[in-house]
């Protein structure tokens, strides 16, 4: 039933009714948005907007709250508010009244990285007596990573510049958003059943802490943690740090890093087996020679001919011996070397180049195909800037000029609106829509107000 005119109430009374049911009704909320309009006073209370794309509340924070607030509010902050509701009775408008406020975005995936970091450390994860011994001779690596991405690409180069002898297995997975923690946890246990695997590296290039999260789950953190293989964690650039790095056996600031470690000891190791090997021939030819010195001078101190004709014997034998020793040590070194150029011989049969140049060719095509779309928007923008220029250029000066207007301006050049601007005896000029008329300034009245 309509009320009639009798039953008005005042603004006041309606304003305390919406009040007393906004703040009985409603419960106390998380809001997430935009801080906007701020105004800070100097009693310490902050007055700001919420906003989103679809809309905006008015909100306050006391001083009180907001020394006890995580962040401070400014404007274009993205922040998560908690607080009631309620009606600010002068003006009639509603308000959330704000309670706590926390920075919402990357604010709020670092406390989440501080606080899995600090359970995990407490569970014993990053205890140096959890470090697997890593392999002196790397040979047979794996890798996961995105096939297609630059960390990989790097890898290789630095292989192949280093003249790396083994051999890299790549485990494709996902490395950037939702879909990346379970394809990355599945690649690291599906490496771990590799028994023939050496080394286990989970590599990424670098890209903002959003980009990076994934390698921040707990999920992969404890695979990786279980896992039976040395692994190393070689994510993004140097500044950058995920959790795989904590749980890793060693973290490389870069997968280039991680590469030239891994190429770095195995020409350690051929670094070795060279100076030992010319330690061996420096050693024997040095016994040699101190053995035939020895037995010239013993030749030389006896007379007898059967003594002299056993030592000669002797000195025959012992050059013998010389020459078998050599041939071994030689036959022995050309033994490894025709091993390692096996070993290279296989590290280019299996070279993911080939996966890496289709991958290639289909980036550009989508290269041509996302010109093409691009080029085809830029035109439909052009003609639709060369259709408004028409209705702008009919809005112009020319158009007021033939309505009857004329435009007066002073000896400079300059227009002047007013007639507060001139004194007597000014030249000005006046421009009409077919002309100009050179005029003095006899006498100026102006409108009093």
Same mark, same amino acid.
């Given at each position: 039933?309509?009320?009639?005119?009798?039953?008005?109430?005042?603004?006041?009374?309606?304003? =305390?009714? +919406?009040?007393?049911?906004?703040?009985?009704?409603?419960?106390?909320?998380?809001?997430? @948005?935009?801080?906007?309009?701020?105004?800070?006073?100097?009693? #310490?209370?902050?007055?700001?907007? %919420?906003?989103?794309? #679809?809309?905006?509340?008015?909100?306050? +924070?006391?001083?009180?709250?907001?020394?006890?607030?995580?962040?401070?509010?400014?404007?274009?902050?993205?922040?998560?508010?908690?607080?009631?509701?309620?009606?600010?009775?002068?003006?009639?408008?509603?308000?959330?009244?704000?309670?706590?406020?926390?920075? $919402?975005?990357?604010?709020?995936?670092?406390?989440?990285?501080?606080?899995?970091?600090? &359970? %995990?450390?407490?569970?014993?994860?990053?205890?140096?007596?959890?470090?697997?011994?890593?392999?002196?001779?790397?040979?047979?690596?794996?890798?996961?990573?995105?096939?297609?991405?630059?960390?990989?690409? $790097?890898?290789?180069?630095?292989?192949?510049?280093?003249?790396?002898? #083994?051999?890299?297995?790549?485990?494709?997975?996902?490395?950037?958003?939702?879909?990346?923690?379970?394809?990355?946890?599945? &690649?690291?246990?599906?490496?771990?059943?590799?028994?023939?695997?050496?080394?286990?590296?989970?590599?990424?290039?670098?890209?903002?802490?959003?980009?990076?999260?994934?390698?921040?789950?707990?999920?992969?953190?404890?695979?990786?943690?279980?896992?039976?293989?040395?692994?190393?964690?070689?994510?993004?650039?140097?500044?950058?740090?995920?959790?795989?790095?904590?749980?890793?056996?060693?973290?490389?600031?870069?997968?280039?890093?991680?590469?030239?470690?891994?190429?770095?000891?195995?020409?350690?190791?051929?670094? $070795?087996?060279?100076? +030992?090997?010319?330690?061996?021939? =420096?050693?024997?030819?040095? !016994?040699?020679?101190?053995?035939?010195?020895?037995?010239?001078?013993?030749?030389?101190?006896?007379?007898?001919?059967?003594?002299?004709?056993?030592?000669?014997?002797?000195?025959?034998?012992?050059?013998?011996?010389?020459?078998?020793?050599?041939?071994?040590?030689?036959?022995?070194?050309?033994?490894?070397?025709?091993?390692? !150029?096996?070993?290279?011989? =296989?590290?280019?049969?299996?070279?993911?180049?080939?996966?890496?140049?289709?991958?290639? !060719?289909?980036?550009?095509?989508? &290269?041509?195909?996302?010109?093409?779309?691009?080029?085809?928007?830029?035109?439909?923008?052009? /003609?639709?800037? /060369?259709?408004?220029?028409?209705?702008?250029?009919? @809005?112009?000066?020319?158009?007021?000029?033939?309505?009857?207007?004329?435009?007066?301006? $002073? /000896?400079?050049?300059?227009?002047?609106?007013?007639?507060?601007?001139?004194?007597?005896?000014?030249?000005?000029?006046?421009?009409?829509?077919?002309?100009?008329?050179?005029?003095?300034?006899?006498?100026?009245?102006?409108?009093?107000?």
């Amino acid at each position: 039933m309509r009320p009639s005119p009798q039953d008005a109430i005042g603004v006041s009374e309606l304003n =305390r009714a +919406l009040k007393r049911i906004i703040e009985d009704g409603f419960p106390a909320v998380w809001v997430r @948005g935009e801080v906007s309009n701020l105004r800070k006073q100097a009693s #310490g209370h902050s007055y700001f907007s %919420l906003k989103d794309s #679809g809309g905006q509340i008015s909100a306050v +924070l006391f001083r009180g709250n907001a020394m006890r607030a995580e962040c401070e509010p400014r404007d274009g902050l993205q922040v998560i508010a908690f607080g009631e509701l309620s009606v600010y009775e002068p003006r009639g408008t509603y308000q959330i009244i704000v309670r706590e406020l926390i920075e $919402d975005g990357i604010g709020r995936l670092q406390r989440e990285f501080e606080k899995l970091k600090e &359970q %995990l450390r407490r569970e014993g994860l990053f205890d140096s007596d959890r470090k697997k011994a890593l392999p002196w001779l790397p040979l047979n690596v794996g890798v996961v990573t995105s096939p297609s991405g630059a960390a990989v690409r $790097d890898m290789i180069s630095v292989f192949r510049r280093m003249n790396w002898p #083994g051999t890299l297995r790549v485990f494709p997975s996902t490395v950037q958003g939702d879909a990346a923690i379970p394809s990355l946890v599945r &690649q690291v246990r599906r490496a771990s059943e590799m028994k023939e695997l050496d080394l286990l590296v989970v590599a990424r290039g670098g890209g903002s802490l959003e980009d990076l999260w994934c390698f921040n789950s707990e999920k992969l953190a404890r695979a990786l943690s279980n896992c039976p293989l040395p692994t190393i964690s070689a994510i993004g650039h140097e500044t950058d740090v995920v959790l795989t790095d904590f749980v890793a056996d060693l973290r490389k600031e870069t997968p280039t890093g991680a590469a030239e470690w891994i190429s770095s000891a195995v020409a350690q190791v051929q670094r $070795d087996f060279e100076s +030992l090997g010319d330690l061996l021939l =420096r050693s024997g030819r040095e !016994s040699l020679r101190e053995r035939l010195a020895e037995l010239e001078r013993l030749r030389a101190r006896t007379v007898a001919r059967p003594f002299l004709r056993q030592i000669e014997v002797s000195s025959q034998r012992l050059d013998e011996w010389q020459d078998r020793m050599v041939r071994r040590i030689e036959e022995a070194f050309i033994s490894r070397w025709k091993d390692q !150029s096996a070993i290279q011989a =296989r590290l280019m049969v299996k070279s993911p180049e080939r996966e890496l140049v289709r991958k290639n !060719s289909d980036v550009e095509s989508l &290269q041509k195909r996302f010109k093409w779309v691009v080029d085809r928007r830029m035109q439909e923008k052009k /003609e639709r800037v /060369e259709a408004v220029i028409p209705v702008l250029r009919a @809005g112009g000066l020319d158009h007021n000029l033939r309505r009857g207007f004329a435009i007066v301006r $002073d /000896e400079k050049g300059m227009t002047a609106g007013r007639a507060s601007a001139w004194k007597e005896g000014d030249s000005m000029s006046i421009e009409f829509v077919d002309g100009k008329v050179q005029v003095r300034a006899e006498k100026v009245f102006l409108t009093k107000k």
